[in-house]
Structure formats: structure tokens, C-alpha cells
């Protein structure tokens, strides 16, 4: 047995003890790392936003190209370079792609605050004016109207995706209109909510009509008279109850 240094093991075992040191060494370090790095628990692709919006937008074309009863899932998907299985993913089928589609452009809507409740009410009113006057936006939304007459889950889907949505702009409109001291405090929750149904109704009703359904312009001399007519009537609506 070889002479082992002052309190060490004898030289012959010390290549077998760095052998040890090392398996150690990385069997801490690996449990170290393990423990220390997040684990990826995603169970399949993250959903690309950039895919989002060329089916959306293909959807769009497709349908001022072909109409509503010609239109497929598989034609949206040859439009947007897609698997059709990719469109299943999202949308159970042509009924939501296309709310989804026309729900997306309405998002554009905005309400700047222009110091005055008619001049905002005025302001939006011209945009979805213009947004009306899109192929896309008039033969989609048509189209999604028409067949909701007869497809209570499509009504429910316009109504969720698209009418509550855009309810926002009543709701911040008349927000900023008490804040100016132009309307009254809200009275109480059930009249508030009946009221922001009214004031967007009005609205949409109006605009839609006179856009898709008269075929007339929708100009800044009407939108003036439509403005004026719901600020003068929002004082009485609200006194109701």
C-alpha cells in the first residue's frame, strides 16, 4: 500500500476519488439546472396573431369574390396559405370566421375627444359611415345579418362579437359627456343599461339603414342632423327612467 499524504488517501486511490468528485460534480449540477429552468408545458403551437389576420382578411375577400352560399373553409384557406385544419383550430366553422372577420373591422372604431358630446357622437358616426362603404364591410355584414335571421347561435355570436364591442363608444361618450357637465349623473344601473342600448341602437339603426338599406350618403349635413336630434332627446330619454 503506497504512503498516503499527510491526512490523505494513499496516491494510488486518488484517480478513483477525482473520478467520484466528478460524477457528483455533475449529477448536483444537472439536478441544479433541472430544477432551475421552467419546463415548457405548451401542449401544441402558440397561436400566431400574423395568421390571425390573413385569415380574417382573406375571409374578407373571398367573400365580396364568391358571396356568402359559395364561400368554404377550405376556400378562406387557399386564400390565406393555410391548412384548412388550421382554420378548424380557431373557428368550428364559416359562420364565426366570417363574424370574426367583420367583428375586427368595427375594432377600428375610435372616439377622440373633441370637447363637445355632439361633435364626438359626430365623429364616429362618420367612420362607420366610411367603414360601411367598404366592399368587405357592407357584403360581410350583410351577408352575417341575413343569415343570422335564421341561426339564433349566429345572432347570439353578432351580438357578442360585434353590438357589445362597440358598445364601449357609448359608454365612453356619454362618460365624457357628465364629466363636462353636459348630461347628468347615471341614474340608476337597470335605467343606464336600457339608456346605452337605446343610444346605440339609434345609432347603428340609423347609420345602417341609411347606408345599406335607402342607399343614401351618409354626409356631414345628415350626421349633423342625426347628432343634434340624439343630444337634444338623450336629456328626455334619460328623465323616463
Excluded at 448536483?28 to 439546472?33: A, G, L, R
Excluded at 375571409?59 to 368554404?72: E, Q
Excluded at 376556400?75 to 378548424?88: E, I, M, Q, S
Aim: charged letters at 25%; aromatic letters at 4%; one cysteine or more.
Amino acid at each position: 500500500m503506497g504512503r498516503a499524504p499527510p491526512g490523505g488517501a494513499p496516491y494510488r486511490e486518488l484517480p478513483h476519488i477525482a473520478r467520484l468528485w466528478r460524477r457528483t460534480y455533475r449529477r448536483v449540477w444537472s439536478s441544479s439546472m433541472c430544477s432551475t429552468t421552467p419546463r415548457n408545458t405548451r401542449t401544441g403551437r402558440p397561436r400566431s396573431t400574423e395568421a390571425d389576420a390573413a385569415i380574417l382578411e382573406a375571409t374578407r375577400a373571398a367573400l365580396v369574390d364568391m358571396g356568402w352560399s359559395k364561400l368554404t373553409m377550405g376556400d378562406v384557406a387557399t386564400r390565406a396559405g393555410v391548412a384548412k385544419t388550421t382554420l378548424y383550430r380557431r373557428w368550428a366553422n364559416k359562420n364565426e370566421l366570417v363574424v370574426d372577420a367583420v367583428a375586427v373591422l368595427f375594432d377600428e372604431l375610435e372616439l377622440p375627444d373633441l370637447g363637445s358630446l355632439q361633435a364626438d357622437i359626430e365623429h364616429v358616426v362618420l367612420q362607420f359611415a366610411a367603414l360601411l362603404e367598404r366592399p368587405e364591410t357592407k357584403t360581410a355584414l350583410m351577408a352575417v345579418v341575413a343569415e343570422s335571421t335564421r341561426d339564433a347561435p349566429l345572432r347570439e355570436r353578432i351580438r357578442t362579437s360585434i353590438v357589445d364591442r362597440q358598445k364601449r363608444l357609448v359608454l365612453d361618450g356619454r362618460r365624457r359627456a357628465q364629466e363636462r357637465g353636459e348630461l347628468s349623473a347615471d341614474p340608476d344601473p337597470v335605467t343606464v343599461d336600457a339608456l346605452d342600448d337605446l343610444i346605440f341602437d339609434v345609432v347603428a339603426g340609423a347609420v345602417v339603414h341609411r347606408a345599406l338599406v335607402s342607399a343614401e350618403p351618409v354626409d356631414t349635413a345628415w350626421v349633423a342632423r342625426l347628432s343634434a336630434l340624439l343630444v337634444g332627446g338623450l336629456g328626455a330619454a334619460a328623465a323616463l327612467g
